[in-house]
């Protein structure tokens, strides 16, 4: 994978919504739409008909009574064209 997507996000939401064609990955906090729809259409062979991004505040937390917080996280929803899927989002049966 390339330095645009840092990993794809396997989770019970991500698996419903790569039924419907969408995919889920974390991205830098840097990249935009444009990045991250170059990337998957070199890494993965598919064409990108939509990206979405949301921005994931970091939580605050306090560690031995000093306050700090979590770092914040970027997530891609991508949506590909009809009848073509990513193979690391099929579930093995």
Do not use: C, H
């Amino acid at each position: 994978m390339s330095t645009t997507i840092l990993k794809p996000i396997i989770s019970e939401k991500s698996m419903f919504l790569a039924v419907k064609g969408t995919y889920m990955f974390e991205v830098p906090i840097k990249a935009n739409k444009l990045m991250v729809a170059d990337a998957v259409k070199v890494n993965f062979k598919v064409d990108v008909t939509n990206v979405r991004i949301s921005v994931l505040k970091g939580k605050v937390k306090k560690f031995k009574g000093v306050t700090g917080s979590r770092k914040n996280r970027k997530r891609a929803f991508v949506t590909v064209k009809s009848g073509q899927k990513i193979s690391i989002f099929e579930e093995s049966k």
